[in-house]
């Protein structure tokens, strides 16, 4: 369907995202075929029955309203496409996490017209929260303002990262001193296992920044633009030319420990 000119807001966008997040967050709660797990690209790469039912639940939403929009999914909707209006859609982020019974789990959808992401709903269904973000109109948690941190300086900030393990993420020796050197210069390093909720927690101002590489767009169309709305910045590592949402490389923060977190990582591991 062509957008008409008082969707500038994209508020149909964000009514569908928002709709279909919660109906694939009752699927996530209902866990009918939780127990019916299939190896990806090996042991700790998962999908369940569940991942599929609620992948197939938001792709039937978004094509019921928006039919020529192509969709970019994780699982079997997916269309290579970068260009464009294109929803980017997550069934579960955290799909071991949610095999484990571990509450940190999400659905990620995201509208992205030409260049970024212009709606981003991020709901955690076992957390009890749903963040959504409008381009331009700031970033929200369970329909309240949220802003990053106002923390300003590295040894007083908490980090988040996922750590390697799909050997897409180059050699795991090299990320692991990396995150030895953050742990020892920062509060923390936390590996939650879900990254676009990693993203919505700098966007709420829980963590001050994050990292990772080896991510797929679904991991964070929708959290690069809850971090942007909440006055953070999201952008790719050092030397990167291509967005974080096209390389999976990302740095996420409060925008005032930006710089240092890119000259740490940089001497770990080089721009692509
Ligand atoms: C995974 C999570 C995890 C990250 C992985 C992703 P999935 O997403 O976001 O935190 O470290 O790289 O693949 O597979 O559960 O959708």
Known sequence: MTPTPSDKHWSRELEVARAAAEEAAG??????????????????????????ASERAIAARIRATFPDDAIV???????????????????????????HGHPFACISIA????????????????????????????????????????????????????????????????????????????????RAGAAALDLAYVAAGRLDGYFEIGLSPWDVAAGILLVQEA???????????????????????????HDRLSRTVVGYIPPL
Not at 83 to 98: C, E
Request: glycine share 12%.
């Open 27 to 52: 699927i996530l709660l209902a866990r009918d075929g939780a127990d019916e797990i299939r190896e990806k690209e090996g042991r700790a790469d998962l999908v369940t029955r569940v991942d599929e």
């Open 111 to 190: 509208f992205v017209d030409d260049d970024n992401p212009a709606v981003g709903v991020v709901q955690a269904p076992f957390l009890g929260e749903v963040y959504h973000a409008v381009r331009g109109s700031g970033a929200y948690l369970n329909g309240e303002p949220i802003r990053v941190s106002s923390v300003e300086h590295w040894s007083h900030s908490l980090l988040a990262t996922g750590f390697p393990f799909k050997g897409t993420k180059g050699d795991p020796e090299t990320y692991f001193r990396l995150v030895a050197q953050t742990v020892s210069e920062t509060h923390g390093v936390r």
């Open 73 to 99: 999914a994780e699982e079997f909707s997916g269309e290579a496409r970068s260009a464009g209006r294109r929803w980017v859609v997550d069934p579960i982020d955290g799909t071991m996490n949610f095999v």
């Open 231 to 257: 006055g953070g910045i999201a952008t790719g590592w050092p030397g990167d030319h291509q967005p974080p949402i096209d390389t999976g490389r990302i740095l996420a923060t409060n925008g005032r420990i």
